[in-house]
């Protein structure tokens, strides 16, 4: 930003320098055109163009002062568009010029985002207001598939459960921006956030035989009750998805670890392949497995990402090509402080 060299400013100012020049041998021809003396003409030329020369070296000190207190203000700004509100522009006139040229971009940019921030806030209460006048008949097709059993009400009842999971996922992807609006953290047994979420998927986990193992499910971390349910019925969900032959085997434990508390959800599906593992956690990332399924968004796990990383919890996945995958939430109780402060 600043003038870095003197070259960079002469080069800038060589016009005036050619006219000061071209004026100073103007006036030392015609004195001495006049008959006077050459120590009295070069005496004039020195004064001259010392005095030049000081504006010159005035100027440029002037004006790179100022260039390095704008970048030094600038680089102290966490939010770089308030840097019209708190600079002291100079009195210079091109300054003036240049500083009400940002001004008004930065208040159109300004309304630009506040406008953005409106829509989108808009949308995020239509999705909420329609997810929660959906959930009133669909609540009703349950109740009357539950009071009529047969293998059609049955395979209705798995059909909600897959559509309850989607409209879950809907409003929670729309609610992740602000989650720390929306939290609680308090002591929660890992094994009833287990529970609720199987019960919630029961349909799901009939229809494809599976058969859960949480014996040694047994601690309890601070956390956010409902945001580690979603995030359980993600893991879940996936299995689920990704499972290998007729049956799904789900074990699901707890562990002392030295960051923590490790919490374990481990099934026996077709696995990830390796050179898939490092971007499961990307938005819309669906991998090879994914491209060979209709049903996947890749918005699961991004979101399980993303909220554990506002809950202060770290996710890992360790998976091998037809041996499963297991998929580790650490509770780290410095993390959860740190958010909780």
């Not at 030094?72 to 019209?84: A, R, S, V, Y």
């Not at 019960?199 to 859960?212: F, P």
């Not at 996945?317 to 650490?330: A, D």
């Amino acid at each position: 930003m600043q003038y870095r060299h003197m070259k960079e400013y002469l080069k800038e100012n060589k016009i005036y320098i050619f006219v000061n020049t071209a004026v100073l041998l103007f006036l030392s021809a015609f004195l001495i055109s006049e008959d006077i003396s050459i120590v009295q003409v070069v005496t004039i030329d020195i004064i001259t163009s010392g005095l030049f020369i000081g504006c010159i070296i005035y100027h440029y000190e002037k004006r790179n002062k100022y260039h390095k207190k704008i970048e030094k203000i600038l680089e102290g700004l966490d939010e770089k568009f308030l840097l019209t509100d708190i600079i002291e522009f100079s009195q210079n006139m091109e300054d003036r010029f240049y500083y009400g040229v940002l001004r008004e971009c930065n208040k159109a940019m300004l309304d630009e985002i506040y406008k953005g921030k409106k829509e989108r806030l808009e949308y995020k209460e239509y999705i909420e207001q329609w997810l929660h006048e959906i959930k009133n008949p669909l609540s009703t097709i349950k109740l009357i598939c539950e009071n009529e059993r047969s293998k059609i009400t049955t395979k209705i009842l798995i059909e909600l459960t897959r559509i309850n999971n989607y409209m879950e996922q809907v409003l929670y992807y729309a609610r992740s921006a602000d989650v720390e609006k929306d939290y609680m953290i308090k002591e929660i047994q890992l094994a009833k956030s287990v529970s609720r979420a199987l019960v919630k998927n029961k349909q799901l986990l009939i229809e494809n035989r599976t058969n859960v193992i949480m014996e040694k499910c047994t601690h309890s971390v601070l956390t956010d009750e409902k945001w580690l349910e979603f995030i359980i019925t993600q893991i879940i969900n996936n299995s689920l998805q990704y499972k290998s032959g007729v049956s799904l085997e789900l074990e699901i434990y707890s562990t002392d670890s030295n960051e923590g508390v490790e919490f374990i959800i481990q099934d026996n599906g077709i696995g990830i392949l390796q050179s898939d593992l490092p971007r499961v956690f990307e938005k819309g990332y669906t991998g090879k497995n994914g491209r060979s399924n209709n049903n996947s968004t890749g918005l699961g796990l991004y979101l399980c990402k993303k909220l554990c990383n506002k809950l202060g919890v770290d996710i890992y996945i360790e998976s091998q090509t037809g041996q499963g995958t297991k998929v580790i939430l650490v509770f780290q109780k410095g993390k959860v402080l740190e958010m909780q402060g």
